[in-house]
């Protein structure tokens, strides 16, 4: 059964930049579509990015198109959200997941971005 367990949140000032990696174990990540989500205080959680199982298509929110990439390396089993410009509105708690896991309710813990205004 996949898992998937998020790293690399932190403190990150205005303008700065982080790179988030998820890693993936008990399936092959090839065969997913995978994507961030996001967080933010007293919101519900929304797709950000996500890219399709064989990296040729991707979606991106709208806040967030010429900032964020998504990566992915399938031999090691890793997903990468590479975050560039951040802004206060980017705050919030980041997941990684599959959009049919993310339908039916599978999450990890996360891994928290804070950027202060």
């Known amino acids: 059964q996949l898992q998937l367990v998020e790293s690399g949140g932190g403190l990150v000032q205005p303008g700065g930049s982080l790179r988030l990696s998820c890693a993936g174990s008990g399936s092959d990540l090839s065969y997913y579509a995978l994507g961030w989500f996001r967080q933010a205080p007293g919101k519900e959680r929304e797709p950000v990015i996500c890219t399709s199982s064989s990296d040729d298509k991707s979606y991106n929110a709208d806040s967030v198109k010429g900032r964020f990439t998504i990566s992915r390396d399938n031999s090691r089993k890793r997903v990468y959200l590479q975050m560039t410009s951040l802004k206060p509105e980017d705050t919030g708690v980041y997941f990684c997941?599959?959009?049919?896991?993310?339908?039916?309710?599978?999450w990890g813990q996360g891994t928290q971005v804070t950027v202060p205004s």
């Open positions: 997941n599959t959009p049919i896991r993310a339908k039916d309710g599978y």
